[in-house]
């Protein structure tokens, strides 16, 4: 098992951010941040009043992070809705464990927010969601030389077998996917890779109320992007996260721009069996039984409609 970081105490954040800053983040107050579900977070305020997040990873892993510092100028340069990274320490200068220091967007995650939104609120901000990954997916982003077509091979015949183990598929239920999957896999050929956020769910889209109501304004929680099919994105958005949103569909569609043909219909249908088994193993390895029961019976209701 990884070993756990032990989270730094607010007075050697402070000091950390003194340092790493040049004396930009002196005399800041620090404070906890709860939200932080894969990193011990503080939230600092500078005497003029500038925030921003200090972030320490829970468990830590230098060449993840270090592709994660590359993938942030990557957005920066690239214009993509995300709150920009401004200071990190990898080689432990100033804190005995790496960190990163990013801009804080005042505002509530989606899953917070859903509830306050009127139906104007959600025509606006899925057409604000669909620009914004719309200039997200047209990022190249290569981070293997291997195909698209060869990795998702490995990967779904990998998770289903998984999943045979966790007792989510048995042998005739698996052969079903392999079938399914065997009937469509062609399409995967000659997919270009695309950055690809590969967790876009309600947490993980920040709105900010203003003026005239809620607005779209980034995307949270980068540590899982991948260079992938942006149409695994879509699926996911549109079948898992929209649905708790229904008026936000048709503009996000709209403003999207999503190209649909025979070929992409039946990519789209691989990613849909795909992010369930997908799911089921991650969500099991990462102790998060809800969101696990959650694909586990999707999956059902899969299986049901493919028998």
Not at 252 to 277: G, H, M, Q, T, W
């Amino acid at each position: 098992m990884r070993t756990l970081t032990v989270p730094p105490s607010q007075d050697e954040v402070a000091q950390a951010a003194d340092e790493i800053s040049g004396g930009a983040l002196a005399r800041v107050r620090v404070e906890s941040w709860p939200r932080g579900r894969s990193h011990h977070a503080y939230l600092l305020t500078t005497p003029g009043g500038e925030q921003f997040l200090f972030k320490v990873h829970r468990r830590p892993h230098p060449g993840r992070m270090r592709r994660f510092l590359h993938l942030a100028e990557l957005l920066q340069e690239k214009h993509v809705p995300h709150p920009a990274v401004r200071w990190y320490d990898v080689e432990k200068r100033t804190l005995d464990v790496p960190y990163y220091i990013q801009d804080f967007i005042s505002g509530e995650d989606a899953a917070r927010s859903l509830s306050a939104l009127s139906f104007t609120d959600q025509h606006r901000v899925g057409e604000e969601l669909g620009a914004g990954l719309r200039v997200m997916h047209r990022v190249e982003y290569v981070d293997t030389p291997m195909p698209w077509s060869t990795e998702l091979d490995d990967r779904l015949r990998t998770r289903a077998a998984e999943c045979r183990f966790l007792d989510a598929l048995d042998q005739g239920s698996h052969e079903t996917v392999i079938q399914h999957y065997e009937e469509r896999r062609s399409s995967l050929e000659g997919v270009e890779r695309r950055l690809t956020h590969d967790d876009l769910n309600l947490a993980n889209l920040l709105l900010q109320r203003r003026s005239d109501g809620w607005h779209f304004v980034a995307f949270l929680d980068f540590e899982r992007a991948r260079g992938r099919d942006p149409l695994l994105d879509l699926v996911r958005i549109e079948s898992w996260t929209l649905p708790a949103c229904p008026a936000m569909i048709a503009p996000f569609r709209d403003s999207y721009a999503r190209v649909e043909d025979d070929a992409s219909r039946r990519r789209a249908e691989i990613y849909e069996i795909y992010l369930l088994l997908a799911g089921i193993v991650w969500y099991r390895s990462n102790e998060l039984p809800e969101r696990e029961r959650f694909c586990r019976e999707r999956l059902v209701g899969w299986l049901a409609q493919h028998a």
